[in-house]
């Protein structure tokens, strides 16, 4: 388990991080995201013991980050952007180095074959690291995050630079070492975070602005409602009367006349239900409405809406700290 409690961290006046709370529990795999500039490498990097945090508390595994650093990182994989690879070592030299680094007591052999192949890289143990391809030397670093088995894997945007069948593995790779671990994924793909992860933090100008699950995200975060609804009239004249109504704010034409009948998509005032007044409206013109649905909001329209404000304080993220 990690676990955040009101930690701060300034560099001079500049306080990167505001007193940042949040938890990730066993099987979690957690996506924290967050513009740059947001403090979401400055908590990573207190998480694993890169810097200390000027007032809070921070665990891993029950263990204090800064009372008991040592025993902390024995807990923590971490695989941040750039894998920290030696280019000149092969495949097996490397790993048996991070095995010695980490002072691990797991058979050196047995420990290391067994992760080798649980990340796929058993065929180019004898290869140098600097000739293998983008894909393997990413598989390389999640290895060396693996050795010791470390309860929490950290890892810092994973998929950068791989093409689509690497991403898909990664993606694959990752999920699967989610049914033995606690997961904390960084990265600007936000696809990938809704593909993945279970749950969501969202930091903004060293504030946590949302803590949600994927599924209930989109629900917490106010705005307009969105509807696409196809309409049986001409369509000049049914897009000038949805933009004139008062409970729509937003309009446009988003689909081709389909037989007799046109989608539009419309966007109502936040907490507005349009749809009373759009049936009203269209029987008054004799335009009849013959489908109707909502849109739901994409991880991407969340992370816009949500970095966008300045209240940061959502009343939500009450909501995750709970948990």
């Not at 490498?41 to 595994?61: K, M, P, Q, R, W």
């Not at 069948?165 to 990664?170: G, S, Y």
């Not at 539009?264 to 936040?270: D, F, G, N, Q, R």
Request: proline share 5%; aromatic share 6%.
């Amino acid at each position: 388990m990690i676990e955040f409690c009101n930690v701060y961290k300034n560099y001079g006046d500049k306080k990167a991080l505001k007193g940042i709370s949040f938890k990730a529990q066993p099987g979690d795999i957690l996506g924290f995201l967050g513009p740059n500039g947001a403090g979401k490498s400055t908590a990573l990097n207190i998480l694993t013991g890169y810097l200390s945090a000027t007032s809070g508390e921070a665990f891993v595994d029950g263990v204090d980050i800064f009372e008991q650093p040592l025993e902390a990182k024995r807990r923590i994989g971490f695989l941040p952007e750039q894998p920290p690879l030696y280019p000149e070592m092969t495949v097996s030299e490397y790993l048996s180095f991070v095995y010695d680094l980490k002072r691990c007591e797991k058979p050196r052999k047995t420990h290391l074959r067994e992760i080798s192949e649980v990340v796929r890289i058993g065929d180019v143990q004898k290869r140098l690291i600097k000739n293998l391809s983008k894909g393997y030397r990413q598989r390389v670093g999640f290895a060396q995050a693996l050795i010791g088995n470390p309860k929490v894997l950290v890892f810092d945007e994973p998929t950068v630079g791989l093409d689509p069948k690497q991403i898909i593995e990664i993606r694959n790779l990752i999920t699967l070492l989610g049914k033995e671990h606690t997961i904390i994924l960084s990265s600007h793909v936000l696809p990938e975070v809704q593909q993945i992860c279970s749950r969501v933090v969202v930091i903004n100008e060293g504030l946590i602005v949302a803590d949600e699950s994927i599924e209930s995200l989109a629900q917490a975060v106010e705005g307009p409602r969105r509807l696409i609804v196809k309409i049986c009239g001409p369509e000049d004249d049914v897009l000038k009367a949805l933009k004139t109504m008062p409970a729509v704010e937003f309009a446009e034409k988003v689909g081709n006349t389909d037989t007799d009948s046109t989608s539009y998509l419309i966007e109502s005032a936040e907490r507005v239900d349009a749809r009373k007044a759009l049936f009203s409206a269209m029987a008054a013109k004799s335009w009849p409405i013959i489908g109707i649905e909502g849109v739901e909001m994409s991880l991407e329209d969340v992370f816009v809406r949500l970095t966008a404000r300045k209240d940061a304080n959502l009343r939500f993220v009450e909501r995750g700290k709970r948990r």
